[in-house]
């Protein structure tokens, strides 16, 4: 490889990784907000499919 193909893998990755580290901050601060400042329930209940269906219809009205 040359050095700017290194140089693009390099900025590849580390924009990869700043991604993963923000989905995961999201998800942690869902949980959060959701498990221990909200109703108090499961904070894993918020990453369920069947939540988001519940959420997205009571906005939408749907």
């Known amino acids: 490889m040359n050095k700017q193909s290194k140089y693009v893998l390099r900025r590849f990755i580390l924009v990869i990784v700043v991604l ?3 989905v995961l901050a999201l998800a942690i ?5 959701y ?10 209940a918020i990453l369920a ?5 519940e959420l997205i219809a009571k906005f939408t009205g749907k």
């Open 35 to 44: 498990g221990i400042l909200g109703k108090g329930q499961d904070p894993w």
């Open 20 to 22: 993963l580290l923000g």
């Open 29 to 33: 601060g869902l949980m959060i907000g």
């Open 49 to 53: 499919p069947a939540k988001w269906q």
